[in-house]
């Protein structure tokens, strides 16, 4: 599994976008952030491709280019 595709938990996803729960689940509510994949039954993880993506749009859309770190 490449880095990318890594299953992110919900505290790491809050960490990488500077966003707290509330508004991330706000935003998947408004179709504006990836939804989590499930990875059991009480358990959901994020693709980092998709966060990643994610990302990278919000930053073209503001009409910046976005450099992952290394």
Avoid: C, H, N
């Amino acid at each position: 599994m490449s880095e990318l595709d890594r299953l992110l938990r919900r505290k790491e996803v809050e960490a990488i976008t500077g966003m707290g729960s509330t508004t991330i689940y706000r935003k998947m509510a408004d179709g504006t952030f990836p939804r989590p994949v499930a990875a059991g039954t009480k358990l959901a993880r994020w693709r980092a491709s998709e966060i990643q993506a994610w990302i990278e749009a919000l930053s073209m859309a503001r009409g910046g280019a976005y450099s992952a770190p290394p």
